[in-house]
Structures are given as C-alpha cells and as structure tokens.
C-alpha cells in the first residue's frame, strides 16, 4: 500500500465492498494510481467483520450484493454511529434507492457506466478532511484563511 514520504501525513484508506471481481479491480487499479491505500471485500459481511471505526476514510461500494446490500450496508453503519462516506457506484437506477442512500447519509450514488473523472471528483470531496487530493498535493496543516 501507498505511504506518505513525510511522516506528518497519513495516506487515506478507501474500503472497496462490491461482490463483482472486475469491479473491484478497476477500482483497486484506480486508487492505486491515485496513491490511495485501499481494502477490498467481495460482500458486505466480510467489510463489517473487519470494520473498526478510524480504520477507513471512504468505502465504494455497489447497491445490488447477495446477501446484506449496499443500502443495508450503510444503514448499518449509520446505526453504529459511523460517519463514513460512502459512495454507491451502481447499475441501479430506481429513484427508491436513490433516495434510500442520499437519506441514509450517502456522500454520492453514481450510476454506471462512471468515468474516472467523476469517482476521483466525489474521492476528493469525501476524503476533504484527510488533506488528500488526486494533484498529489497535501495540506499537513490547515491555513489561517
């Protein structure tokens, strides 16, 4: 995984939950790419036996998953008082589960296909407070504007 050459900073850590294989991957390829530390999960019970709170800054995850799916997915989370961002990336398109996840505390529910500018667009904007942006650059301490 990516790491920060200066040791003030702390590389954001992106939860990838999709039960699709190639998803996953183009996704872990992008967060690569995008110097982003990352875990991947086939399903959502396997995220949540490994969730600790602190441990990720962001989880990626799909709408339609056997078993426990993506909207239960954040509920859950929410119910446990987590805060995550969560972005959906789904073929989903019902105005239902739109609504269910923007409800529910959803950072952003992307319909696909998505390109990689919009994922890295609503990246930057859920990983704000962590100083990360895709230019690379980072801010270890806030300004006094």
Not at 47 to 54: D, N, P, S
Request: aromatic residues 6%; negative net charge.
């Amino acid at each position: 995984m990516p790491a920060k050459a200066n040791g003030l900073s702390r590389v954001p850590t992106v939860a990838i939950v999709d039960d699709d294989k190639d998803v996953r991957e183009a996704l872990s390829e992008l967060l690569l790419v995008l110097n982003l530390s990352y875990r991947a999960f086939d399903r959502a019970e396997a995220f949540m036996a490994e969730y600790l709170v602190g441990t990720f800054d962001c989880l990626i995850t799909d709408v339609s998953m056997p078993e426990q799916n993506g909207l239960e997915l954040l509920e859950q989370l929410r119910e446990l008082g987590s805060s995550l961002s969560v972005i959906f990336i789904t073929a989903d398109t019902s105005a239902g589960s739109r609504s269910r996840a923007m409800t529910s505390g959803a950072h952003a529910y992307l319909t696909k296909p998505v390109t990689d500018e919009v994922i890295i667009q609503h990246l930057e904007t859920a990983l704000k407070g962590t100083g990360w942006s895709s230019s690379g650059d980072s801010q270890d301490t806030p300004s006094d504007d």
